[in-house]
């Protein structure tokens, strides 16, 4: 599967039989992109371990596990797939502090507006924006996650995607204020890793500064942080 950017084929990634499929043939658990120990600095710097949080298109990574092992006291994580829900299910069915609910991102009806202090998003946006009709998928996906959060929530975006393909999208809503952050992709040691994950960069109305400052091809993830902000769309 190829969750880049610019990739041009377009899949069934927003049908729930897709991933039943791909479930039902790879139970593993796996994580896109990160896992937990290398967030955890980022999350401490946005999340407090009271806050009730929100895993999107979890399938069956262990973020959620390594969050309230690390005293995160209420995640819940969503996912389209039956498969991978019940499955989860059955694997924490004695950690209340996990909740696994079978919802479809882009119509979270089962949650209350304002009800969330945090969403996290680990290749799920990403997925959408490459399978078919993106552009609206998308943004269901994002008015929904802007509505279920509090004022002064936020959502947290790992992507592949960077500003020149995701900030406009994430901009044009007007239902929040943007940090962006940069992880390595690969693993690496302290010592070498090139960006530090806790310190915002510095970005501009379209996001080249972002680019200037990486040059070309990093090979990074790109962690938007945004905050929840009402007052943005009084003004509209």
């Excluded at 969750?3 to 043939?25: K, M, V």
């Excluded at 992109?33 to 009271?50: N, W």
């Excluded at 994430?170 to 806790?198: A, C, F, Y």
């Amino acid at each position: 599967m190829t969750l880049g950017s610019t990739t041009t084929t377009q899949h069934a990634y927003g049908e729930p039989a897709y991933w039943d499929s791909r479930y039902r043939q790879d139970p593993g658990p796996f994580d896109w992109y990160q896992k937990y120990k290398t967030l955890a600095p980022l999350l401490d710097l946005y999340i407090r371990r009271s806050h009730r949080v929100l895993l999107v298109g979890c399938g069956n990574s262990t973020l959620g596990e390594g969050m309230v092992g690390d005293g995160y006291q209420d995640v819940v994580n969503i996912d389209i797939s039956s498969v991978v829900v019940e499955a989860m299910q059955q694997k924490y069915q004695g950690r209340p502090e996990m909740k696994y609910i079978k919802m479809d991102v882009r119509d979270m009806n089962g949650f209350e507006s304002s009800s969330f202090d945090a969403v996290i998003d680990k290749g799920t946006l990403d997925s959408l924006m490459c399978g078919h009709d993106a552009q609206p998928n998308a943004k269901k996906m994002l008015e929904e996650i802007g509505r279920i959060l509090k004022d002064k929530g936020v959502y947290i975006l790992i992507t592949y995607g960077d500003p020149s393909y995701r900030l406009r999208l994430l901009k044009d809503l007007r239902l929040w204020t943007i940090n962006m952050h940069v992880i390595d992709r690969m693993e690496k040691t302290p010592e070498l890793r090139s960006w530090e994950l806790t310190a915002p960069l510095p970005i501009n109305e379209d996001g080249s500064s972002v680019s200037a400052l990486l040059g070309g091809n990093p090979e990074v993830h790109y962690i938007y942080v945004c905050t929840k902000d009402d007052s943005l769309r009084k003004h509209q």
